[in-house]
């Protein structure tokens, strides 16, 4: 199980304040799925914001986030009315228990390997009941976002304490294999030494993906290219995939 970087606490209570779920347009497009479906799993789930949110907004069904960095699940724990699995998808043996699973914020991009990817599919085709949807986006990779990632994800935010944290963002080139791999520098004036945590980001592109769902088992019901819906093209920035078991 590979602990991501927010893993550490005090990172991990940094992330809802770096990324507001109220004002994430990811979760206005995955928040009534979540609605809609009886039983849901979030995999990747991080600090649980969409789940979190899915409760407040009266979900009665079975809620359940699972994650493998501690320190994001220690933020999500504070919400007790949620199922919470510190793990990941090989930790996990379920069957036919999910009518919806979903993996956003782009944590289907950490599966890296193309193991990786096929054993996580397999087992999201496991935990999902027949006509069950498993819904993700990864970023596609035509549009090269990653040339703007220094100066998106470069910026300074105010933590609970009321300190001003600076996150500075940089992507190591070159780009190999298709994996954006990355250095995140946390400072504030307050701690000893910065946190510096390290990512890697696999990009499939469209075809690569339909591939992957279609040897799990999974049919690509409906694709979009934006929160908003719009159609999946060579230059959308997402490649957001509603795909069905059997
Ligand atoms: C960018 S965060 C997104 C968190 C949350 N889904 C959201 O939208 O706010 C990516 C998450 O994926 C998790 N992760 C990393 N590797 C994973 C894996 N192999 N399986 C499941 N989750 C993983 C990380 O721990 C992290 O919490």
Same mark, same amino acid.
């Given at each position: 199980?590979?602990?991501?970087?927010?893993?550490?606490?005090?990172?991990?209570?940094?992330?809802?304040?770096? !990324?507001?779920?109220?004002?994430?347009?990811?979760?206005?497009? =995955?928040?009534?799925?979540?609605?809609?479906?009886?039983?849901?799993?979030?995999?990747?789930?991080?600090?649980?914001?969409?789940?979190?949110?899915?409760?407040?907004?009266?979900? &009665?069904?079975?809620?359940? /986030?699972?994650?493998?960095?501690?320190?994001?699940?220690?933020?999500?724990?504070? %919400?007790?009315?949620?199922?919470?699995?510190?793990?990941?998808?090989?930790?996990?043996? %379920?069957?036919?228990?999910?009518?919806?699973?979903?993996? &956003?914020?782009?944590?289907?991009?950490?599966?890296?390997?193309?193991?990786?990817?096929?054993?996580?599919?397999?087992?999201?085709?496991?935990?999902?009941?027949?006509? /069950?949807?498993?819904? !993700?986006?990864?970023?596609?990779?035509?549009?090269?976002?990653?040339?703007? %990632?220094? &100066?998106?994800?470069?910026?300074?935010?105010?933590?609970?304490?009321?300190?001003?944290?600076?996150?500075? =963002?940089?992507?190591?080139?070159?780009?190999?294999?298709?994996?954006?791999?990355?250095?995140?520098?946390? &400072?504030?004036?307050?701690?000893?030494?910065?946190?510096?945590?390290?990512?890697?980001?696999?990009?499939?592109?469209?075809?690569?993906?339909?591939? !992957?769902?279609?040897?799990?088992?999974?049919?690509?019901?409906?694709?979009?290219?934006? %929160?908003?819906?719009?159609?999946?093209?060579?230059?959308?920035?997402?490649?957001?995939?509603?795909?069905?078991?059997?």
């Amino acid at each position: 199980m590979i602990e991501h970087k927010f893993a550490e606490d005090r990172l991990a209570a940094l992330y809802d304040v770096f !990324f507001p779920p109220r004002r994430r347009d990811d979760f206005a497009f =995955y928040l009534p799925l979540v609605m809609s479906a009886r039983a849901v799993l979030d995999v990747g789930c991080g600090t649980g914001a969409l789940l979190r949110l899915a409760r407040d907004a009266g979900h &009665t069904g079975r809620l359940c /986030g699972l994650d493998p960095a501690g320190g994001m699940l220690n933020q999500a724990r504070q %919400w007790s009315n949620i199922e919470w699995i510190h793990g990941d998808l090989s930790s996990v043996n %379920w069957d036919q228990e999910f009518d919806l699973v979903v993996m &956003t914020g782009h944590a289907f991009q950490e599966l890296v390997a193309d193991d990786e990817i096929r054993e996580a599919l397999a087992a999201i085709h496991s935990a999902l009941v027949a006509g /069950g949807r498993f819904v !993700f986006e990864t970023r596609n990779p035509l549009v090269r976002a990653w040339e703007h %990632w220094a &100066t998106e994800y470069t910026a300074e935010v105010i933590d609970a304490t009321g300190a001003l944290v600076r996150c500075e =963002y940089q992507v190591e080139m070159p780009i190999e294999g298709g994996v954006v791999r990355s250095i995140s520098t946390f &400072t504030s004036d307050g701690w000893i030494h910065p946190e510096v945590s390290r990512g890697a980001l696999r990009l499939l592109d469209a075809p690569a993906v339909s591939s !992957f769902l279609s040897s799990a088992g999974l049919t690509i019901e409906e694709q979009f290219g934006t %929160w908003t819906g719009h159609p999946l093209t060579d230059t959308s920035p997402e490649i957001i995939t509603v795909a069905r078991k059997g």
